[in-house]
């Protein structure tokens, strides 16, 4: 099962809407109904150490929700007919996956351009899966197979498993005076502060930041997600006023800070529901711009929330060298 590191070979991951085994081989052309989570890659590292970053990546997850739309005809030619598949799930693992499989194995997409942004969930059609074929709404089983010409080996599965059942529902709404304690925690996580603060230390943070909060007035926006009465994610916006222009006198940018789910909850769209709802706060003031800084990992759930990278947008951090003036 295990292969040699320094012999490339290429892999699927594939989220299986029926079980399957170990071992199991097939023709490529008669793959099982599926939704690609991470489209074919090629690395040198070995099988064992593949299964073990996808089974990190899974640890937490549950069984995947799916919901399907319309079909469509992907791939090179157009000639692949598919049916398209709305999860934000499996948006969210298809980043976890690639992040996780990025550090250390060093894997390669065989088309760069089906990941992150142009990731888009579905299920390949065969004459054996009709387009007019009920097909299963949930996945409980993601598969890491090799590719070997014609033939594909399942050489992992995991089984998704945590928190089987119904998902506990998640409201996102804006944060109120009693949420700075939970926010202020939270603040914490996202920070990954070591060493970890103690009670008192939180307590004297909670109370700055409440402090700070009251002081905002309406140029704060902050939306917490909160699952079984517990608050699980928060994502902030500061809007700034700009020296105003002839024509435009009250001018608004807003800046998106500091947003983070707990790692229970992750990969089930919170993030992106967060970051909706501060854009339709922002609209609601007719803000013209919303700018945030990402990290690599986040691009892709501000992409898909209409953000554009800006070639022209620049910043200066205290400390850096200027340039030499004449």
């Not at 250390?104 to 387009?131: F, K, N, Q, S």
Request: proline fraction near 5%.
């Amino acid at each position: 099962m295990t292969t040699g590191s320094g012999s490339p070979r290429r892999y699927v991951i594939a989220a299986m809407l029926n079980g399957m085994e170990v071992g199991t081989e097939f023709d490529r052309t008669q793959w099982p109904a599926h939704v690609t989570l991470v489209s074919n890659f090629t690395t040198e590292a070995s099988t064992a150490k593949l299964a073990a970053k996808m089974r990190r990546a899974l640890a937490p997850e549950r069984p995947l929700q799916l919901e399907f739309g319309d079909t469509a005809m992907f791939g090179r030619d157009r000639d692949i007919p598919v049916r398209l598949v709305r999860s934000e799930s499996a948006i969210g693992l298809h980043e976890e996956l690639i992040a996780e499989l990025s550090v250390d194995a060093h894997i390669v997409a065989d088309e760069p351009a089906y990941w992150h942004a142009g990731y888009r969930p579905h299920v390949t059609l065969t004459p054996a899966l009709g387009a007019g074929e009920a097909l299963p709404r949930v996945s409980r089983n993601v598969v890491l197979a090799r590719l070997d010409g014609g033939r594909a080996t399942i050489v992992a599965a995991v089984r998704l498993s945590a928190g089987d059942g119904p998902v506990v529902g998640i409201d996102v709404r804006r944060a109120d005076a009693g949420d700075a304690h939970d926010l202020a925690q939270l603040k914490i996580e996202w920070a990954q502060v070591d060493p970890s603060p103690n009670r008192q230390e939180v307590d004297e943070f909670a109370d700055a930041l409440s402090t700070w909060i009251a002081g905002q007035d309406d140029l704060l926006v902050v939306e917490v997600a909160v699952a079984d009465g517990q608050i699980v994610g928060m994502a902030w916006m500061v809007l700034f006023e700009r020296a105003p222009d002839f024509a435009d006198r009250q001018r608004l940018t807003a800046d998106i800070q500091s947003v983070y789910v707990t790692p229970a909850h992750r990969n089930r769209g919170i993030g992106r529901r967060l970051v909706d709802a501060l854009c339709d706060a922002a609209d609601a003031r007719s803000v013209p711009r919303i700018l945030v800084t990402a990290s690599a990992r986040s691009v892709p759930l501000y992409e898909r929330s209409g953000f554009e990278s800006s070639p022209l947008l620049l910043q200066r951090r205290a400390g850096q060298v200027g340039l030499e003036r004449d």
